[in-house]
């Protein structure tokens, strides 16, 4: 059974990772998280569960307005060619979460480390950043060396490379 919001707050909370929820109407994208931006302070992000010709995972994670090129990001996370989005049920499987609730803090549910956590660099540049923890009715705020910090711990060291630096 995939861990609930309180476990993963539990889980930071004894790694010893400062962190802040906010409470909010279900948010399915971007657009209708952007509604809360004065509200919640930091860099806030989207995230791509995607999968190599070899069915290797990753979860690109990056800021909200920052555009990849699907097409060559491969070239920069170590991918088996172009990737491609996994599936629903592929993403509730391993990580957890559902569209929409998709998130790096997905890696406390993958406990055999399928996924590649990707970083974008950009993102990580801000004092702190935003995730759903699990579930799209809550934000939660940690420092960049906090998410580092928890990713390591379940085993999903992530790789931090300018996605941005893709696109033309």
């Excluded at 409470?23 to 509604?35: A, D």
């Excluded at 992000?45 to 990001?73: I, M």
């Excluded at 996370?77 to 929409?100: K, Q, T, Y």
Aim: glycine share 10%.
């Amino acid at each position: 059974m995939p861990a609930s919001p309180e476990d993963l707050i539990a889980y930071l909370e004894r790694l010893g990772v400062a962190c802040e929820t906010v409470e909010h109407p279900p948010l399915h994208t971007v657009e209708e998280s952007q509604t809360l931006r004065g509200q919640i302070p930091g860099g806030h992000s989207k995230n791509l569960f995607v999968k190599d010709k070899k069915s290797r995972l990753f979860l690109l994670t990056l800021g909200e307005e920052t555009n990849v090129d699907l097409k060559r990001v491969h070239e920069k996370i170590g991918a088996n060619g172009r990737v491609s989005f996994g599936s629903a049920e592929l993403l509730e499987e391993v990580w957890g979460v559902r569209p929409g609730a998709v998130t790096p803090f997905g890696a406390i549910n993958d406990t055999t480390g399928r996924v590649t956590v990707v970083l974008d660099s950009g993102l990580m540049a801000h004092e702190r950043v935003n995730f759903h923890p699990l579930v799209n009715t809550r934000t939660t705020g940690v420092t960049p060396e906090g998410l580092k910090t928890f990713l390591k711990a379940t085993g999903h060291a992530p790789l931090v490379v300018d996605l941005a630096a893709l696109v033309e």
